[in-house]
Nanobody
Framework: QVQLVESGGGLVQPGGSLRLSCAASGIIFGIYTMNWYRQAPGKQRELVAALNTYGDTNYVGSVKGRFTASRDNSKNMVYLQMNSLKPEDSAVYYC?????????WGQGTQVTVSS
């Protein structure tokens, strides 16, 4: 059974930081592209960061320079370090594992940036 479990969300003031974690089980972690998505109320789900199997990352423009995604294949973990958070970063953040004909999602973790 495949499970992706996110943690680390919460309420933070503008300018603050959070670190999201995603623990994966039930998959051969190292062969999956791991992605972080987010979805704000009334908006489409958005790809925030993508990490390929080599650890190379791509980010949506709005988070470049503020967010850093990483993966630890030895622990089946993926992380999203979020700095200089803005109110517009508020959303439910989802972990996604993807490869050909395979696509798995976590349940999401809420991030709220507000003073």
């Amino acid at each position: 059974q495949v499970q992706l479990v996110e943690s680390g969300g919460g309420l933070v003031q503008p300018g603050g930081s959070l670190r999201l974690s995603c623990a994966a089980s039930g998959i051969i972690f190292g062969i999956y592209t791991m992605n972080w998505y987010r979805q704000a109320p009334g908006k489409q789900r958005e790809l925030v960061a993508a990490l390929n199997t080599y650890g190379d990352t791509n980010y949506v423009g709005s988070v470049k320079g503020r967010f850093t995604a990483s993966r630890d294949n030895s622990k089946n973990m993926v992380y999203l370090q979020m700095n200089s958070l803005k109110p517009e970063d508020s959303a439910v953040y989802y972990c996604n594992a993807n490869r050909v004909r395979r696509d798995y999602w976590g349940q999401g973790t809420q991030v709220t940036v507000s003073s």
